[in-house]
């Protein structure tokens, strides 16, 4: 049986059914961590036996893989056959110092002469344990907990019993368990303001942010009146403008005058046309504005107000309290949450200015609705690499259209990249391949995914922006850009037509565009196929085009070619400059090579030295937080806590004591083949031990994001004087770890360039 049990109960139900739940709870809670259901497993029949036509053997089974047995001694326990069956089972398969005995009832008499139990004397024991102890055993007393009232770790009796047999039970001595549950108790305390603090602090920014809003929709409101205002006073002008021009035909006589003070009120009239119109636009921008910040506040309020019926469901739930009602007042906020992005989506979609295809796009993009894999990055649609996307913004786009365990896996795949995304995507590919969105739903994403990529191009490319330029070039030039990246050399030619307005130019050079060789002759064909369809786009908008092929049809289950270099991003409009500033190019990559064997790699005495140094040796299981660390900055997974051991090929490094420095360095080594893993799949010139390892200690400290696209790109060029210089020319602020930070980076730099 799976099961460990820290004790096992035996009991009289006649005589024990109210005193051994309170009891098993009790001790179970003493010295709980607030997110764990209990401190200690104990068995009893009620809570841990299920249903077996053979209820002997089932306890049997439950004493084998129990460390303790408590034995609840009274009159009736001592009469029951089940108990004493128990008991002889326990003393024939286990030692007695492993009994503890609780007295509820009747007497306990040690004749100290016999060297055992009076048993004319005592009637709270069973005749079994005749001769089983050398020594008069140490019980304790609750006999009088049967007339309590009610029973808890509050009152201060039951609390001593309850130290008394849960200090041998977790091998402590009583007073380090009492004070140990004293200070869980103050943390899980602290714990617990802390969250209600937080979620406090969250609704009041939001109810903020939904005031703000408000008052700038109301300003806008005026603004809008103002223009109105001044539109029917321009009307009004022009009006009287005509009138007196009609006058002045009329008088011949006054014909030069007149009809210069006509021309003269006409020309104003037009001043305050224009001044209304530029008015209006500018009310009308601002209400928009505002619309989607309200719609943005709005969601924040919303997920807020979300968070908290979900922390009430699961109190409730706890409580066993009836939570029906509850749960449809959270249907209720998701249905209102899920409108509210589904608007804010559409007023995005409007601030682009885009006039182009958006779905056609999403079609090229292989939009079947779910994930895929491509070489060493995740991908969902639409078009939205989960290598560059954090899961944040996963959550907000895609919350309401998968299910949570589909929403947790997508989530799980952010920032990876290489053997650690393909790793991942294979560890939940049972839940990744059934995800399959709706096409409105991939549509409704489209301009939020394609944004960034349109803005940079607008700035770009200023003449896109003109009303006469044909909706079928906006179709194309962002295809092409979403494609390959917005940028290069090779978009010259496509950049020369679009500024000359000459649109077939424009076709002809993004047929002719200039991809990269490949070995794969179906992804070479397919990347033709695309450049030929948004070439013939542009044709058949201007007319003269021959009818469509398949050429010019995106395939509806064929995947468009794998897109993008894997250091590469989505431009962010925050971050673009205001002038046009070439962005990396997204090469069009063929998929990943399958993995090979890594051998394991012993750093240098240099190395291992610099990364122990900085990050600091703890030789016992440090808590951080959810996190909890030991030696040298080592994450202790679930499964290493569960198993109280850390296995590093055959050595076996205990949790319950401290380390040596030692087994923190074999640690350490073993932590830091992950990072040469991934140096080894980014890095294709050949590193000396010292340059491996300095680079090893700054992805060690920062991450693999610290591997920036710039780095890869100008080492594999072989400029290996790059490394040293970013590193001592990062940016390090004013924080209170700028100094450390910027000696370890020195130290880094220091050993890249070290000879020896």
Request: net charge neutral.
């Amino acid at each position: 049986m799976a099961i460990q049990h820290h004790a096992f109960i035996s009991y009289s139900h006649a005589a024990d059914a109210r005193l051994a739940p309170a009891f098993q709870r009790g001790i179970e809670r003493l010295a709980k961590p607030l997110l764990r259901l209990r401190a200690l497993n104990i068995f009893r029949d009620q809570t841990s036996l299920t249903a077996s036509p053979a209820l002997w053997p089932g306890i049997v089974a439950h004493l084998s893989v129990s460390e303790w047995f408590l034995l609840f001694a009274c009159p009736e326990s001592a009469a029951s056959r089940w108990c004493t069956r128990e008991v002889q089972w326990w003393l024939d398969n286990r030692t007695t110092e492993r009994l503890l005995v609780v007295l509820t009832g009747g007497e306990i008499v040690w004749d100290i002469e016999r060297g055992d139990f009076d048993w004319a004397r005592t009637t709270a024991l069973a005749p079994a344990l005749t001769g089983c102890f050398a020594d008069e055993p140490l019980f304790v007393d609750l006999r009088w907990a049967r007339q309590a009232e009610s029973l808890g770790p509050e009152q201060a009796a039951f609390r001593d019993a309850l130290v008394a047999i849960a200090a041998p039970l977790r091998g402590m001595r009583r007073d380090e368990l009492d004070g140990a549950d004293l200070r869980q108790l103050r943390r899980n305390r602290l714990y617990v303001r802390s969250g209600v603090a937080s979620i406090t602090l969250a609704a009041a920014i939001a109810a903020w942010q939904a005031f703000v809003a408000r008052e700038q929709r109301t300003i806008a409101e005026h603004e809008r009146d103002d223009a109105q205002t001044q539109r029917v006073r321009a009307e009004e002008g022009e009006q009287a403008a005509t009138v007196e021009r009609d006058h002045a035909l009329q008088a011949q006589a006054e014909a030069d005058e007149q009809r210069g003070i006509a021309t003269e009120r006409q020309h104003e009239a037009e001043v305050q046309t224009g001044i209304a119109v530029k008015q209006r636009r500018r009310a009308e921008d601002a209400l928009a504005a505002t619309e989607r910040e309200l719609l943005r506040a709005q969601g924040a309020e919303l997920r807020a107000m979300v968070k908290r019926v979900e922390d009430l469901i699961a109190k409730a739930g706890a409580r066993g309290a009836n939570v029906g009602e509850l749960e449809r007042e959270h249907e209720q906020l998701q249905a209102r949450l899920a409108d509210t992005t589904r608007r804010l989506q559409a007023r995005l979609a409007e601030k682009m200015g885009f006039r182009g295809d958006l779905a056609w796009i999403a079609r090229w993009e292989g939009s079947t609705g779910g994930v895929k894999l491509i070489g060493g990055d995740v991908t969902i649609d639409p078009q939205t690499s989960l290598m560059t996307t954090d899961a944040a913004t996963l959550r907000q786009r895609y919350e309401f259209l998968l299910t949570p365990t589909e929403m947790d896996a997508v989530a799980s795949l952010a920032g990876k990249r290489g053997d650690e995304a393909r790793s991942a995507f294979e560890a939940r590919r049972a839940v990744l391949d059934r995800i399959r969105l709706e096409p409105a739903e991939v549509a409704r994403l489209v301009p939020e995914a394609t944004e960034p990529w349109w803005q940079t191009l607008l700035k770009r490319y200023p003449t896109l922006n003109e009303p006469t330029t044909p909706a079928s070039v906006h179709t194309a030039v962002l295809s092409l850009a979403f494609n390959v990246g917005p940028g290069g050399s090779r978009w010259q030619p496509v950049a020369e037509a679009i500024a000359a307005r000459d649109w077939r130019r424009v076709a002809d050079r993004i047929e002719n565009f200039r991809i990269p060789s490949f070995n794969d002759a179906v992804i070479q064909q397919a990347i033709k196929r695309r450049r030929s369809a948004e070439a013939d786009l542009i044709r058949n908008e201007l007319g003269g085009a021959p009818a469509p092929t398949r050429a010019m049809i995106a395939p509806a289950v064929e995947p468009a070619p794998p897109a993008g270099d894997l250091g590469a991003e989505p431009p962010s409009p925050a971050s673009t400059p205001a002038a046009p500033v070439p962005a990396p190019p997204r090469e069009v990559v063929a998929a990943a090579p399958a993995p090979v064997e890594f051998a394991v790699v012993n750093p240098t005495d240099q190395g291992l030295d610099l990364i122990a140094h900085y990050e600091g040796f703890t030789p016992t299981l440090l808590e951080l937080g959810p996190f909890s660390i030991i030696g040298y900055s080592h994450n202790v997974t679930d499964a290493e806590r569960k198993a109280g051991e850390i296995r590093v090929g055959n050595a076996v490094i205990q949790l319950t004591q401290p380390i040596g420095e030692d087994q923190a360095r074999v640690l350490l080594t073993a932590d830091l083949q992950r990072v040469y893993r991934f140096i080894a799949s980014r890095i294709s010139v050949p590193l000396t031990p010292n340059q491996r390892d300095a680079l090893a200690s700054y992805l060690f400290n920062v991450g693999n994001r610290g591997l920036s696209p710039q780095m890869v790109t100008e080492l594999n060029a072989g400029n290996y004087g790059i490394v040293p210089e970013l590193l001592r020319g990062r940016g390090l602020g004013s924080t209170p770890t700028a100094g450390l930070w910027g000696s370890r980076r020195a130290a880094e730099a220091e050993l890249w360039s070290r000879q020896d």
